[in-house]
C-alpha cells in the first residue's frame, strides 16, 4: 500500500480487498482503514462476520470459512463474478475481449 497505490485512491477508485483467514487479517484490515481515511470505496471479501468490518468496509462479499489451502479457490469465484458484472456493465463485450491474441502454434 506504501508509495503509488496509495496515491491512485479517492472516492472515485474503489479498493477491493481481499480478507480471510488469519494470518495476515489484522494487517488487511489496518490497510482498508488507511484506504477508507482517503476517502476509497471499499470492496471487501471476507469469511468472518461482514459486522467485524462494519465502517470500514462499505460493501462486503461473504465467503465460506474452508482451510488456508482452499481459501483461493473459495475467494476467486465471487471475484470472477465481480469482474465479469463490471464488465457488462461498462459495456465490454466479455466473450470477444480485446487484445487477445489467437495463436496456433504450428511445428
Do not use: W
Not at 36 to 64: F, H, M, N, S, Y
Amino acid at each position: 500500500m506504501k508509495h503509488g497505490p496509495i496515491a491512485l485512491i479517492d472516492e472515485d477508485m474503489p479498493v477491493v480487498a481481499i480478507a480471510t483467514g488469519d494470518r495476515v487479517y489484522d494487517k488487511m484490515r489496518s490497510n482498508m482503514q488507511e484506504a477508507k481515511a482517503r476517502d476509497g470505496v471499499i470492496l471487501a471479501v471476507t469469511d468472518r462476520d461482514p459486522g467485524e468490518l462494519e465502517g470500514v468496509a462499505d460493501e462486503v462479499i461473504q465467503v465460506p470459512r474452508v482451510s488456508e489451502l482452499l481459501q483461493p479457490i473459495v475467494n476467486t469465484v465471487p471475484l470472477q463474478l465481480f469482474a465479469y458484472h463490471v464488465a457488462v456493465r461498462r459495456g465490454c463485450d466479455v466473450d470477444q475481449p480485446r487484445n487477445l491474441a489467437k495463436s496456433v502454434t504450428v511445428e
